[in-house]
T-cell receptor
Framework: QKEVEQDPGPLSVPEGAIVSLNCTYS??????FMWYRQYSRKGPELLMY????GNKEDGRFTAQVDKSSKYISLFIRDSQPSDSATYLCAMELETSGSRLTFGEGTQLTVNP | NAGVMQNPRHLVRRRGQEARLRCSPMKGHSHVYWYRQLPEEGLKFMVYLQKENIIDESGMPKERFSAEFPKEGPSILRIQQVVRGDSAAYFCASSPMGALADTQYFGPGTRLTVL
């Protein structure tokens, strides 16, 4: 069983739609949660970072963490064609020394 | 302020040859991480280095792979006697402190193709 599960998609939505991306994890020792965006043939870039259960908002993006269910989500409001990319969830143990464990990534296409 | 730099961006090797991948961290960063991304898979941690020290190599294959981050110059990921299964994108990331929850900034990756 993978430590972090993420539906690879692909996910295709019309412009303006609300997008929901999700990851589940099995190790309750994960304490820090991140979402990275990766455009084709590029390196990942950090979008959101959260620690505690609850919601964190940044512009059109909202990250949600539910530690009791071992479930994290990223919501994108008013999606734009420029949001088309692969979204990777990543997690870090409190004792990992900064080693990140990634999900497989969800490929998102926003159609104009 | 230049970001994380990796070279070459594309590398083609024949089976049995050696591959050397280079990573220059962001200015002021002394912590480097290497990840591998196989086709249709997420990024997998390989190794975490500070200057002249390997901190965590728990993700490195036991044979043929090595990494270093010398006092001067870039970090090097070295793959000896490459095989087709080594074909992947290799990403380097750097952070300023290596502390818990320290943001890791990724480079553009080196895409290795083994013929």
């Amino acid at each position: 069983q993978k430590e972090v599960e993420q539906d690879p998609g692909p996910l295709s939505v019309p412009e303006g739609a609300i997008v929901s991306l999700n990851c589940t994890y099995s190790n309750s020792a994960f304490q820090y949660f991140m979402w990275y965006r990766q455009y084709s043939r590029k390196g990942p870039e950090l979008l959101m970072y959260t620690y505690s259960s609850g919601n964190k908002e940044d512009g059109r993006f909202t990250a949600q963490v539910d530690k009791s269910s071992k479930y994290i989500s990223l919501f994108i409001r008013d999606s734009q064609p420029s949001d088309s990319a692969t979204y990777l969830c990543a997690m870090e143990l409190e004792t990992s020394g900064s080693r990140l464990t990634f999900g497989e990534g969800t490929q998102l296409t926003v159609n104009p | 302020n230049a970001g994380v730099m990796q070279n070459p961006r594309h590398l083609v090797r024949r089976r049995g040859q050696e591959a050397r991948l280079r990573c220059s961290p962001m200015k002021g960063h002394s912590h480097v991480y290497w990840y591998r991304q196989l086709p249709e898979e997420g990024l997998k941690f390989m190794v975490y280095l500070q200057k002249e020290n390997i901190i965590d190599e728990s993700g490195m294959p036991k044979e043929r792979f090595s990494a270093e981050f010398p006092k001067e110059g870039p970090s090097i990921l070295r793959i000896q006697q490459v095989v087709r299964g080594d074909s992947a994108a290799y990403f380097c990331a750097s952070s300023p402190m290596g502390a818990l929850a320290d943001t890791q900034y990724f480079g553009p990756g080196t895409r290795l193709t083994v013929l």
